[in-house]
T-cell receptor, first 113, second 110 residues
C-alpha cells in the first residue's frame, strides 16, 4: 500500500468544470509536490510546498491552483482546463525539500473533455 | 543538451542476465541521485538513492556514481520478468529540485 494517498484515481471533467485533486501523507514529510506526467514522458514538476509554504511554481497556468491546508494535505484545484491538460497527476512527498527521494501517490488520471 | 540523459531504449535482456541502465547529468553541483521504477499505468517507485561516489548495493540492484564523469548507473543482476518496467533517473541540485530523465524501458524475456 502506498503511503501517499491520492483521490480520485480517475477524473473526467468538462472544460467549464471546477474540480479538486487531493493528496494526503502521514509520514511526517515536510515537502510535498505536484507533478504532471504525459504518456511515455517523465514527470514534470508543477509545484513544491516546503513546510506548508509554496516554494516553487514552475510557471504553471493559473487554471491550476495548489493549496496546502496543513503538513499532511495537498490539494490541486482545477478550473477551465483544456483537453491538453489531460494527463496523470502525481503527488509526492519527501522528508525535506531536497532531502531524499520521493514517495509518489498512485496518481489521478485526468481526462478533460 | 538535456539536464538528465538516459540511454535510449528499449532495452531487452534475457532472464537471469545483468541489465545495465545509464544516466548522465549536466549540472556539476548536483548532489543527490535516484532511480525510480515505473510499471506501465502506475506511479514511479523509488528503488535506489545514492549521494557519494562509488557503488551502493541493495539486493539485486547496484547503483554506481561517478561525479567527475557526471555519470550514474543502475545494474540489475539476475534480471526477472517482473523487472520489466521503465526506469527513471532523477538528479537533485543544491536547491532541492529534482529533474527526471526520459526513462529507459527494460524488458526481461523469460
Amino acid at each position: 500500500d502506498t503511503e501517499v494517498t491520492q483521490t480520485p484515481k480517475h477524473l473526467v471533467m468538462g472544460m467549464t468544470n471546477k474540480k479538486s485533486l487531493k493528496c494526503e501523507q502521514h509520514m511526517g514529510h515536510r515537502a510535498m509536490y505536484w507533478y504532471k506526467q504525459k504518456a511515455k514522458k517523465p514527470p514534470e514538476l508543477m509545484f513544491v510546498y516546503s513546510y506548508e509554504k509554496l516554494s516553487i511554481n514552475e510557471s504553471v497556468p493559473s487554471r491550476f491552483s495548489p493549496e496546502c491546508p496543513n503538513s499532511s494535505l495537498l490539494n490541486l484545484h482545477l478550473h477551465a482546463l483544456q483537453p491538453e491538460d489531460s494527463a496523470l497527476y502525481l503527488c509526492a512527498s519527501s522528508q525535506d525539500w531536497g532531502g531524499g527521494g520521493y514517495t509518489f501517490g498512485s496518481g489521478t488520471r485526468l481526462t478533460v473533455v | 543538451q538535456k539536464e538528465v540523459e538516459q540511454n535510449s531504449g528499449p532495452l531487452s535482456v534475457p532472464e537471469g542476465a545483468i541489465a545495465s541502465l545509464n544516466c548522465t547529468y549536466s549540472d556539476r553541483v548536483s548532489q543527490s541521485f535516484f532511480w525510480y521504477r515505473q510499471y506501465s499505468g502506475k506511479s514511479p517507485e523509488l528503488i535506489m538513492s545514492i549521494y557519494s561516489n562509488g557503488d551502493k548495493e541493495d539486493g539485486r540492484f547496484t547503483a554506481q556514481l561517478n561525479k567527475a564523469s557526471q555519470y550514474v548507473s543502475l545494474l540489475i543482476r539476475d534480471s526477472q520478468p517482473s523487472d520489466s518496467a521503465t526506469y527513471l533517473c532523477a538528479v537533485s541540485n543544491n536547491a532541492g529540485k529534482s529533474t527526471f530523465g526520459d526513462g529507459t524501458t527494460l524488458t526481461v524475456k523469460p
